[in-house]
Each structure stands twice: as structure tokens, then as C-alpha cells.
């Protein structure tokens, strides 16, 4: 089983709508949470950052993270044809080093 | 603005050939990764370092090496390339480890 678990998707919504993203993972120990945004022949790019539990807001989205359940999520309000990318969640534990525990990302399409 | 950059975009290498892929980030960051990413897969860890001249495996270090001689410079080794290594490689850089991490926009290596 691997430590994060993505939906890879694609996922299609028509132009407006709102997305959820998803991953749930299994290390009881990762407390730093993000989320990562990727387009087409690009490197990723830091989209939100939160540590332990409970939500973030920034402008469109928000980033929700459930301990308890061990599930986080990306909300995407108002959802544009620029917001078509792959959405990468990221984890990492408080202790332990440098290393980042990466899903498989989930490709994202928003219709005009 | 934090800016990491990958020597190259492209590139395609016969097998058995030795490859070298540069990285270099402008905003004095004690550390480096470098990662794979494949379809399906996610970001999977190969090598990082945390200071100059010092280096770390990550999850698949097997036909690769690294070279860290400078601190915003750090170089990926593919020994002697194989088919098995078409990847996209992604470079990222790092303040600490409670800092998140910044990429570079990949190289897409095809090796025939």
C-alpha cells in the first residue's frame, strides 16, 4: 500500500463549477500538508501549505486537512480554464528529515 | 522569487551513454532533490543533499549518482543510460526542512 493515495483522474468540470481534490494516506506521523500545482511541461508549483489539522483559505481555494481520518482536500471555487493542471498533494512528518512523501497527482480539465 | 533551473528541457541519449543534468538555484538554499516522475507514480526521490559535498540516496538511487561541488549547483548522473530511465526529472531546492519546495520546470530525458 503506498503512504499517499491519489485519484489520478482525469476529472472533468464544466467551466464555474467546484472542484474537491483528494488524498488520504497512512504515516499517522506527516503534519506538514501541501498541495501542488503542475502544468503541462512545467515543474510543480506551491499552490498551499498548512500544518496539522483544520483549513486554509487563499482566494479561490482551501485546503482541509482531517487528521482523525487522514484525508486532505482542495476545494477549487469558481473553477477556470486556467485552473486545468495536475494537482499534486505533498506530506511530510514534523521530525525526521527532508524527506516529502509525494501522491501520483490527480489532471484536472475545466470546459469554457 | 525563488529560481531553480534545469540545464536542459530536452534531451534524447542513446543507451549506455553517461548523461549529465544541471541544476542551479539563485536563493542560497542549503538543500537539493532530485526527483523522477512518472505517469502513474508520482515524484519518487532519487538523491538529495543538505550541504555542499554532502549527499543522501533517496528511494531509487540505483543507476545514478549526484555531485553537489558548489551550493546552488546540483548535478544528476546517469552513469550509463538505460531505456528504463525515460523519465521526466525534476530538480528542487529547499531552505530548511519545514520549508517547502521549490522546482525547476524538468527535463524530459528519452533515452533510445
Known amino acids: 500500500q503506498k503512504e499517499v493515495e491519489q485519484d489520478p483522474g482525469p476529472l472533468s468540470v464544466p467551466e464555474g463549477a467546484i472542484v474537491s481534490l483528494n488524498c488520504t494516506y497512512s504515516n499517522s506521523a506527516f503534519q506538514y500538508f501541501m498541495w501542488y500545482r503542475q502544468y503541462s511541461r512545467k515543474g510543480p508549483e506551491l499552490l498551499m501549505y498548512t500544518y496539522s489539522s483544520g483549513n486554509k483559505e487563499d482566494g479561490r481555494f482551501t485546503a482541509q486537512v482531517d487528521k482523525s481520518s487522514k484525508y486532505i482536500s482542495l476545494f477549487i471555487r469558481d473553477s477556470q480554464p486556467s485552473d486545468s493542471a495536475t494537482y499534486l498533494c505533498?506530506?511530510?512528518?514534523?521530525?525526521?528529515?527532508?524527506?516529502?512523501?509525494f501522491g501520483a497527482g490527480t489532471r484536472l480539465f475545466v470546459k469554457a | 522569487d525563488v529560481k531553480v533551473t534545469q540545464s536542459s528541457r530536452y534531451l534524447v541519449k542513446r543507451t549506455g551513454e553517461k548523461v549529465f543534468l544541471e541544476c542551479v538555484q539563485d536563493m542560497d538554499h542549503e538543500n537539493m532533490f532530485w526527483y523522477r516522475q512518472d505517469p502513474g507514480l508520482g515524484l519518487r526521490l532519487i538523491y538529495f543533499?543538505?550541504?555542499?559535498?554532502?549527499?543522501e540516496k533517496g528511494d531509487i538511487p540505483e543507476g545514478y549518482s549526484v555531485s553537489r561541488e558548489k551550493k546552488e549547483r546540483f548535478s544528476l548522473i546517469l552513469e550509463s543510460a538505460s531505456t528504463n530511465q525515460t523519465s521526466m526529472y525534476l530538480c528542487?531546492?529547499?531552505?530548511?526542512?519545514?520549508?517547502?519546495?521549490?522546482f525547476g520546470p524538468g527535463t524530459r530525458l528519452t533515452v533510445l
Open positions: 543533499s543538505y550541504d555542499v559535498k554532502m549527499k
Open positions: 505533498a506530506m511530510r512528518p514534523h521530525t525526521g528529515g527532508f524527506k516529502t512523501i
Open positions: 528542487a531546492s529547499q531552505t530548511e526542512p519545514t520549508d517547502t519546495q521549490y
